[in-house]
């Protein structure tokens, strides 16, 4: 397969300083209280030990606008970094996915970042050099969140009550085909989990998203105001975003990616390669702070706390209240569809194993970026797993955090995945889910 055009991703790049906020203390049940920090204070000597102490104190992190962003965020507030011996990490936020790959392509001497918030496919496709120039090495370290996802429609599909099911657009859409019209339906960055996500759904309906629909590409913050003024019929996004399409009347959730497959993996930690290979307790640092900041934002009683630190403009720039319903599990559909009040299917950063790198999650989006022609067929999918994913790392800053042993997963794999309509993905014969599948470019 050829590389996927750079003209078909949006590479506006954008970053703006993290600004230093008062720092609060922050503690985990598995793990030791983090000191407080304020502006201007002298922070309490790092647990960190000797024989660990990261090669360098400071680290850019990219992160787009999304609530899932919040355990980097979060980290960086509460002085995580700093109480794993790396006070000058810098969070930096970044315009579109596509700039997040540009600048990780940099990397930090040029200019760029060394590791990201990121769609969980992206490392892989970057690994490949199927987004990127030249392949760039990446490893992922940390799993940021489970569920916490949706698919949105337009207001003018509000008779419909559109919801896991897709069939009902079928014909809708064709009709507007038919008259001339072009119909859109919008996702975060090619073969990245949005895409995955919208692609799956739409075909699970028998709705081709390759020749039914045009799939186009919109970064998470502009997906509300494209959706004014009629740029798309659909999309699929990460909190708050389809949220505040709710908030401002101009469309609903057909369907929250929790219904979609329970508990699913989204975000993930990913740093470049060559730069954790130079620094691997630095790494190890990085990934304790993040997991620290998952326990931290997991639990109920910090939710609004979480809500109102990241809602802030050099983060998410957004109401906090447009946040916290939906990070609390209660959910606003919109058009007309009955709210949800304390769903299970709420973004988790920790519990349920939400943190753990399973390689069985990145062989599903490898199977479906395969499905979709981002990634070639005859990928040997289990080797790269297995030099992207460094569950190691992860198990070794979960040792250091003392984390309980029934919060570390027995196996790399989660086992036999179930998704709204039916289909089962067994990471044991990934070939076969492929095969079952009708709609594909494989």
């Not at 397969?1 to 300083?17: D, E, Y």
């Not at 006070?87 to 970042?113: C, F, H, M, Y």
């Not at 186009?216 to 389809?242: H, L």
Request: glycine share 8%.
């Amino acid at each position: 397969m050829s590389k996927i055009s750079r003209r078909n991703f949006l590479i506006t790049a954008g970053a703006s300083t993290a600004a230093t906020f008062i720092l609060h203390g922050c503690s985990s049940n598995q793990s030791a209280s983090t000191s407080t920090e304020s502006s201007g204070s002298t922070a309490s000597p790092s647990p960190v030990a000797a024989a660990d102490t990261p090669e360098v104190t400071t680290a850019k992190l990219g992160f787009i606008a999304l609530t899932d962003a919040a355990p980097l965020i979060i980290a960086k507030e509460k002085g995580l970094f700093a109480k794993y011996g790396m006070p000058d990490v810098e969070v930096v936020k970044q315009a579109s996915w596509g700039a997040t790959r540009d600048n990780l392509e940099l990397g930090s001497a040029g200019n760029g970042i060394d590791g990201a918030h990121i769609l969980s496919p992206m490392p892989y496709l970057m690994t490949l050099g199927k987004i990127t120039k030249q392949p760039v090495p990446m490893y992922i370290t940390a799993r940021l969140n489970t569920n916490g996802q949706g698919i949105s429609v337009a207001s003018a599909f509000e008779s419909l009550q559109i919801g896991t099911d897709s069939a009902p657009l079928k014909e809708v859409f064709a009709q507007a085909k038919a008259a001339g019209e072009q119909v859109k339906c919008a996702v975060t960055f090619p073969g990245g989990t949005h895409d995955l996500w919208m692609r799956y759904w739409l075909a699970a309906g028998g709705i081709d998203p390759d020749n039914d629909v045009s799939t186009i590409v919109v970064p998470p913050p502009q997906m509300v105001a494209n959706m004014k003024v009629g740029t798309m019929q659909a999309f699929c996004v990460g909190e708050p975003w389809n949220a505040q399409l709710v908030t401002q009347n101009l469309g609903y959730t057909a369907i929250t990616t929790g219904e979609f497959w329970k508990d699913h993996p989204e975000k993930a930690l990913a740093l470049r390669a060559d730069w954790v290979d130079r620094h691997p307790n630095a790494t190890k640092a990085l990934t304790m702070a993040v997991m620290e900041a998952q326990q931290w934002c997991d639990r109920a009683e910090n939710k609004p706390e979480m809500c109102d630190i990241i809602s802030k403009r050099e983060w998410l720039k957004i109401n906090a209240n447009d946040i916290l319903g939906r990070a609390q599990g209660n959910f606003d559909f919109g058009g007309g569809k009955p709210a949800v009040e304390n769903s299970p299917l709420l973004m988790k950063f920790w519990s349920d194993f939400a943190s753990y790198p399973f390689k069985s999650h990145d062989l599903w989006f490898l199977t479906e970026d395969i499905r979709w022609g981002y990634v070639p067929a005859d990928t040997d999918t289990k080797a790269l797993v297995d030099k992207v994913n460094r569950e190691d790392i992860w198990q070794e800053a979960a040792k250091s955090l003392n984390v309980a042993s029934a919060d570390i997963p027995k196996s790399t794999s989660r086992g036999v995945e179930k998704f709204f309509d039916g289909v089962e993905f067994d990471p044991e014969n990934p070939e076969d889910y492929l095969k079952s599948l009708s709609i594909k470019k494989v």
